[in-house]
């Protein structure tokens, strides 16, 4: 079935807003990660913010279209290259091991992108409508304007409507969930997924919403400890924001001003990044009452009450929403190292260098070839691709390469593709095994054996993500 977005008065329902050390001199991978955050950059916010877009299109983390980085930029969905859809990947797995496996109150759930009930908690109801059944009307001979107008109300009334977010889907799912818990409390429910929203200036075109990756967890607590929980989870939120930043000042959090969001939030806290055009929301918290929960649930107070010590109440709940699309933008702007350095000869030379979390890296290695055989030297590689490959590290197959390139020309590309490792394979290795490894972040190249490569990456990224 053909269908579209329709955006007009009578097909947007507007509603209130609703509120250990390694056996290699690279011995600590965050040390000098983190170290390079007060190095001198490239001044002039103009500059940085265009060889940020270029950095971004050029290695493969989003399309190169004005269009496509005007959404990137807003915080919603955009054409993402190979590379920013593995690090949009990455973050939702680090933001579902931090929310859901680490708790054991915390249960995923997953909700329909469509339903037939308008969500109370919507900011705007946006519905899908057969285009077909809609041209029929409007075409129809004969038709008076209150009959053409009654016909489109109802097939409207009948269309399915979007999500906008997901915190109704987990309301929704409240009552399923109590006995999981026990009708004790607190417990909380989780998802990640795409959502749509419209815009107040449409860039996609006439009438069609923006789409959006949301991770959501929604907290139900006892309304005597609702204030302290938003206070813990605004806490866990920013750590967790700041543990893969290259640059954790300039992740923040603000409360939010009394009468912002209206009457259906008592309270509400955003953790922020501060872009150079400004301070930009990551994720929002909410202190939500029971207010939604009720009206979700027809004010069924007997059916919704857990157990919060001897009492029996109605719980409150706390909404944590995160901008995901928004993130993989921060996080690449705060990666970013524009480097100037003086050689003897007075030279200037300007390095641009993606310092991504090494967990977080779309690319850990790039294998490529040396001066030598060119059949075993391949041969070689490939192996070392495999068994990587195996172990669940990414490898870029650089010796598969047509344009011969300078080891310098490779490493550039590799800094600004945040590669945290080049792994140079020559004559040499054919020999005795050995193969040259440079870092990413202290270009320092050494010497390791082919064999202990796989468990020193395994075990460098295994570390930087206990620090």
């Given at each position: 079935?053909?269908?579209?977005?329709v955006r007009t008065q009578v097909f947007f329902l507007r509603r209130p807003k609703m509120?250990?050390?390694?056996?290699?001199?690279?011995?600590?991978?965050?040390?000098?990660?983190?170290?390079?955050?007060?190095?001198?950059?490239?001044?002039?916010?103009?500059?940085?913010?265009?060889?940020?877009?270029?950095?971004?299109?050029?290695?493969?983390?989003?399309?190169?279209?004005?269009?496509?980085?005007?959404?990137?930029?807003?915080?919603?969905?955009?054409?993402?290259?190979?590379?920013?859809?593995?690090?949009?990947?990455?973050?939702?797995?680090?933001?579902?091991?931090?929310?859901?496996?680490?708790?054991?109150?915390?249960?995923?759930?997953?909700?329909?992108?469509?339903?037939?009930?308008?969500?109370?908690?919507?900011?705007?109801?946006?519905?899908?409508?057969?285009?077909?059944?809609?041209?029929?009307?409007?075409?129809?001979?004969?038709?008076?304007?209150?009959?053409?107008?009654?016909?489109?109300?109802?097939?409207?009334?009948?269309?399915?409507?979007?999500?906008?977010?997901?915190?109704?889907?987990?309301?929704?799912?409240?009552?399923?969930?109590?006995?999981?818990?026990?009708?004790?409390?607190?417990?909380?429910?989780a998802e990640t997924g795409v959502c749509y929203q419209p815009l107040e200036e449409q860039?996609?075109?006439?009438?069609?919403?923006?789409?959006?990756?949301?991770?959501?967890?929604?907290?139900?607590?006892?309304?005597?400890?609702?204030?302290?929980?938003?206070?813990?989870?605004?806490?866990?939120?920013?750590?967790?924001?700041?543990?893969?930043?290259?640059?954790?000042?300039?992740?923040?959090?603000?409360?939010?001003?009394?009468?912002?969001?209206?009457?259906?939030?008592?309270?509400?806290?955003?953790?922020?990044?501060?872009?150079?055009?400004?301070?930009?929301?990551?994720?929002?918290?909410?202190?939500?009452?029971?207010?939604?929960?009720?009206?979700?649930?027809?004010?069924?107070?007997?059916?919704?009450?857990?157990?919060?010590?001897?009492?029996?109440?109605?719980?409150?709940?706390?909404?944590?929403?995160?901008?995901?699309?928004?993130?993989?933008?921060?996080?690449?702007?705060?990666?970013?190292?524009?480097?100037?350095?003086?050689?003897?000869?007075?030279?200037?030379?300007?390095?641009?260098?993606?310092?991504?979390?090494?967990?977080?890296?779309?690319?850990?290695?790039?294998?490529?070839?040396?001066?030598?055989?060119?059949?075993?030297?391949?041969?070689?590689?490939?192996?070392?691709?495999q068994e990587l490959l195996e172990g669940g590290i990414t490898a870029w197959p650089g010796?598969?390469?047509?344009?011969?390139?300078?080891?310098?020309?490779?490493?550039?590309?590799?800094?600004?593709?945040?590669?945290?490792?080049?792994?140079?394979?020559?004559?040499?290795?054919?020999?005795?095994?050995?193969?040259?490894?440079?870092?990413?972040?202290?270009?320092?190249?050494?010497?390791?054996?082919?064999?202990?490569?796989?468990?020193?990456?395994?075990?460098?990224?295994?570390?930087?993500?206990?620090?």
């Amino acid at each position: 079935m053909l269908t579209h977005c329709v955006r007009t008065q009578v097909f947007f329902l507007r509603r209130p807003k609703m509120p250990s050390p390694l056996p290699c001199r690279f011995t600590n991978p965050l040390q000098f990660w983190r170290d390079c955050a007060s190095l001198p950059s490239d001044t002039g916010d103009t500059d940085h913010i265009k060889t940020f877009i270029e950095l971004c299109s050029d290695r493969y983390y989003i399309i190169r279209d004005t269009r496509n980085w005007d959404s990137f930029r807003r915080g919603i969905n955009c054409r993402y290259g190979p590379l920013g859809m593995e690090l949009r990947k990455g973050m939702l797995d680090k933001w579902w091991a931090s929310v859901v496996m680490s708790r054991a109150q915390v249960f995923g759930i997953s909700t329909m992108h469509l339903t037939r009930n308008t969500s109370a908690t919507a900011e705007s109801t946006l519905k899908l409508v057969d285009s077909n059944a809609l041209d029929c009307t409007v075409n129809q001979k004969g038709l008076a304007w209150d009959q053409a107008r009654d016909t489109l109300k109802r097939q409207l009334q009948g269309s399915p409507t979007v999500r906008t977010n997901l915190l109704q889907g987990a309301l929704e799912q409240y009552l399923p969930s109590l006995e999981l818990v026990n009708r004790r409390l607190p417990f909380g429910l989780a998802e990640t997924g795409v959502c749509y929203q419209p815009l107040e200036e449409q860039t996609n075109g006439p009438g069609c919403p923006a789409e959006l990756t949301q991770a959501s967890l929604v907290w139900f607590c006892s309304p005597r400890t609702s204030s302290q929980w938003l206070d813990y989870w605004a806490r866990q939120r920013l750590q967790w924001w700041r543990k893969f930043a290259l640059g954790p000042s300039s992740f923040s959090c603000s409360d939010v001003s009394d009468g912002e969001e209206g009457e259906r939030a008592s309270r509400g806290v955003r953790i922020l990044y501060h872009f150079p055009w400004g301070a930009e929301p990551l994720e929002t918290l909410w202190n939500l009452g029971d207010a939604e929960l009720l009206q979700t649930h027809k004010g069924s107070r007997a059916k919704l009450q857990c157990r919060d010590g001897r009492k029996s109440v109605v719980p409150h709940v706390i909404s944590v929403s995160g901008n995901v699309d928004r993130g993989v933008l921060a996080y690449l702007h705060n990666s970013l190292q524009e480097i100037r350095k003086t050689d003897s000869k007075q030279r200037l030379h300007k390095r641009k260098v993606l310092k991504l979390h090494p967990s977080l890296a779309p690319v850990k290695v790039a294998l490529d070839m040396g001066r030598g055989p060119t059949v075993d030297l391949r041969q070689v590689c490939e192996g070392l691709l495999q068994e990587l490959l195996e172990g669940g590290i990414t490898a870029w197959p650089g010796y598969l390469e047509t344009m011969p390139s300078s080891m310098e020309q490779l490493n550039t590309k590799y800094d600004e593709m945040g590669v945290l490792f080049t792994i140079a394979i020559t004559d040499g290795t054919l020999e005795s095994g050995l193969v040259l490894v440079r870092s990413r972040d202290t270009t320092i190249k050494e010497t390791m054996h082919i064999s202990k490569v796989k468990a020193f990456l395994a075990k460098y990224i295994s570390a930087s993500e206990n620090i």
